[in-house]
Protein backbone atom coordinates (compact mmCIF):
# COMPACT_ATOMS: atom_id res chain seq x y z
CA UNK A 1 0.00 0.00 0.00
CA UNK A 2 2.90 2.22 0.88
CA UNK A 3 4.53 1.59 -2.79
CA UNK A 4 1.34 2.67 -4.10
CA UNK A 5 1.11 5.76 -2.17
CA UNK A 6 4.47 6.80 -3.30
CA UNK A 7 4.16 5.76 -6.64
CA UNK A 8 1.03 8.30 -6.80
CA UNK A 9 2.87 11.02 -4.70
CA UNK A 10 6.20 10.68 -7.36
CA UNK A 11 3.31 10.60 -10.57
CA UNK A 12 1.67 14.25 -9.08
CA UNK A 13 4.87 15.91 -8.52
CA UNK A 14 6.10 15.23 -12.01
CA UNK A 15 2.87 16.56 -13.92
CA UNK A 16 2.60 20.02 -14.55
CA UNK A 17 0.61 22.61 -12.46
CA UNK A 18 -0.05 24.69 -15.65
CA UNK A 19 -0.10 23.66 -19.40
CA UNK A 20 2.63 25.40 -22.16
CA UNK A 21 -0.25 28.16 -22.97
CA UNK A 22 -1.18 29.11 -19.65
CA UNK A 23 2.18 29.51 -18.33
CA UNK A 24 3.02 31.83 -21.23
CA UNK A 25 -0.06 33.96 -20.16
CA UNK A 26 1.38 34.06 -16.69
CA UNK A 27 4.69 34.75 -17.90
CA UNK A 28 3.58 37.98 -20.00
CA UNK A 29 1.97 39.45 -17.81
CA UNK A 30 4.74 38.81 -14.96
CA UNK A 31 6.57 41.20 -17.39
CA UNK A 32 4.32 43.72 -18.42
CA UNK A 33 3.60 44.20 -14.14
CA UNK A 34 7.34 43.96 -14.10
CA UNK A 35 7.37 46.71 -16.57
CA UNK A 36 5.18 48.79 -14.91
CA UNK A 37 6.71 48.86 -11.25
CA UNK A 38 9.82 49.53 -13.09
CA UNK A 39 8.55 52.44 -14.52
CA UNK A 40 6.82 53.46 -11.34
CA UNK A 41 10.02 53.32 -9.45
CA UNK A 42 11.61 55.66 -11.97
CA UNK A 43 9.02 58.06 -12.18
CA UNK A 44 9.15 57.82 -8.23
CA UNK A 45 13.12 58.73 -7.72
CA UNK A 46 12.00 61.82 -10.24
CA UNK A 47 10.26 63.04 -8.26
CA UNK A 48 11.70 62.69 -4.86
CA UNK A 49 14.44 64.57 -6.43
CA UNK A 50 12.02 67.31 -7.10
CA UNK A 51 11.15 67.76 -3.49
CA UNK A 52 12.93 70.97 -1.85
CA UNK A 53 15.46 69.97 0.48
CA UNK A 54 13.93 69.66 3.61
CA UNK A 55 11.66 66.98 2.30
CA UNK A 56 13.81 65.10 0.12
CA UNK A 57 16.19 65.02 3.65
CA UNK A 58 12.80 63.83 5.72
CA UNK A 59 12.48 60.95 2.90
CA UNK A 60 16.34 59.87 2.81
CA UNK A 61 16.38 60.09 6.61
CA UNK A 62 13.16 57.62 6.84
CA UNK A 63 13.67 55.11 3.66
CA UNK A 64 17.27 54.94 3.00
CA UNK A 65 18.70 55.10 6.31
CA UNK A 66 15.84 53.60 8.54
CA UNK A 67 15.61 56.30 11.05
CA UNK A 68 12.22 56.26 13.08
CA UNK A 69 10.14 58.93 13.08
CA UNK A 70 10.90 60.03 16.46
CA UNK A 71 14.93 59.89 15.73
CA UNK A 72 13.40 62.39 12.39
CA UNK A 73 11.06 64.59 14.80
CA UNK A 74 13.93 65.43 17.31
CA UNK A 75 16.73 65.61 14.47
CA UNK A 76 14.11 68.54 13.02
CA UNK A 77 12.97 69.61 16.17
CA UNK A 78 9.38 69.11 16.02
CA UNK A 79 7.01 67.01 17.12
CA UNK A 80 6.52 63.54 16.58
CA UNK A 81 2.99 64.28 15.19
CA UNK A 82 4.09 66.75 13.16
CA UNK A 83 6.59 64.23 11.98
CA UNK A 84 3.56 62.11 10.96
CA UNK A 85 2.12 64.97 9.47
CA UNK A 86 4.53 66.04 6.82
CA UNK A 87 5.53 62.27 5.92
CA UNK A 88 1.59 61.88 4.90
CA UNK A 89 1.80 65.23 2.78
CA UNK A 90 5.18 64.25 1.13
CA UNK A 91 4.22 60.67 -0.01
CA UNK A 92 0.66 62.21 -0.94
CA UNK A 93 2.82 64.61 -2.76
CA UNK A 94 4.77 61.50 -4.53
CA UNK A 95 1.94 59.92 -5.31
CA UNK A 96 0.20 62.79 -7.30
CA UNK A 97 3.73 63.50 -8.69
CA UNK A 98 4.31 59.84 -9.55
CA UNK A 99 0.75 59.34 -11.38
CA UNK A 100 0.88 62.52 -12.91
CA UNK A 101 4.48 61.42 -14.97
CA UNK A 102 3.61 58.22 -15.83
CA UNK A 103 0.09 59.68 -16.96
CA UNK A 104 2.20 62.20 -19.23
CA UNK A 105 4.32 59.77 -20.51
CA UNK A 106 1.20 57.66 -21.62
CA UNK A 107 2.13 55.23 -18.83
CA UNK A 108 -0.89 55.64 -16.45
CA UNK A 109 -2.82 52.69 -14.97
Known amino acids: MNQV ?8 AKR ?12 ERQQKKSAYFES ?3 ALERCVKKLPQR ?7 RYRIGFTIETIAKDMGSTVDAAYK ?6 EDLHTCVDRTLSQEGLGK
Open 5 to 12: RAFTSKRR
Open 40 to 42: RLD
Open 86 to 91: MLRRIR
Open 55 to 61: KRMFVDK
Open 16 to 27: PFFDTDTMMLIS
